[in-house]
């Protein structure tokens, strides 16, 4: 599929806000563990603006071009589409796990906050990181 050339940049856009999320996830858990409030909370608040970059970008781009096919054949097939059903799924679960967890956080009830904080950790850095993945393996390893 040929994609028209004021949309080409968008894919790329999308993996590079995707990979900063991970990240700037994987730096804010850092702080938290070394006691870095401050610091935790502005890294988290910058994934979280990065994560919705990414979505306002993606929704965009999609919107304009409309799906893009994967050409991948033999084993590339079905790896592809279990990170791409995985990646799905929990991307959309991830949105009101975020929305609660940061929720939880901006009314101090940081109890609460680190229980669902323990699940929206690992889930978000995996939509984030295999949403790069899935950048790759559509736009450069198995593109026509």
Known sequence: ????????????????????????????RGFIK??????HRAT???????S???LIC???YHAHVGTVHFRGKGWS?????????????LAAAIVPM????????????FDRHRAIARWTFPVWLYVSVTG??????LYHLFAA
């Not at 975020?98 to 009830?109: D, P």
Request: glycine share 6%.
């Open 44 to 50: 988290m608040i910058a994934a979280l603006v990065a």
């Open 1 to 28: 599929m040929q994609i028209s050339p004021e949309y080409a940049a968008f894919p790329a856009i999308d993996a590079v806000l995707n990979g900063t999320s991970a990240v700037l996830l994987l730096i804010g």
């Open 98 to 109: 975020v929305i609660i967890t940061l929720s939880r956080a901006l009314r101090e009830r």
């Open 58 to 60: 993606y929704l965009y």
């Open 77 to 89: 097939r079905p790896v592809y589409f279990s990170i791409l059903l995985s990646h799905t799924v």
């Open 52 to 54: 919705g970059l990414f």
């Open 34 to 39: 070394r006691g870095r409030i401050a610091a």
């Open 132 to 137: 790069v993945v899935i950048y790759v393996m």
